[in-house]
């Protein structure tokens, strides 16, 4: 299971996505510290943060990481853990 990275708007933005899929820490630090509002950017399609894609990833280490933004009509990061 788990979910792939939909079409992002900018390359920093599908790196970061991709970082949060993968539950890469170092890059996701990094691109964070070059640009801290991809923290509030969502996924284009789907709506998804990038906490939403590492959650659905099994990705929980990523959760240290970053902040947790709720949005409208995306379900809460943790139902997509199957709990």
């Known amino acids: 299971m788990g979910h792939g990275v939909s079409c992002a708007r ?20 990094a691109l964070l510290a070059a640009d801290t509002s991809l ?4 996924t284009l399609y789907d709506r998804l943060s990038a906490l939403h894609i590492a959650a659905a990833n099994g990705r929980l280490e990523v959760s240290l990481l970053l902040p947790c933004h709720p949005r409208r ?7 997509l853990l199957g709990l």
């Open 39 to 42: 923290a509030r950017r969502a």
């Open 10 to 29: 900018t390359g920093d933005e599908h790196d970061y996505f991709r970082a949060a899929q993968l539950g890469d820490l170092d890059a996701l630090a």
């Open 73 to 79: 009509g995306s379900p809460p990061p943790v139902l």
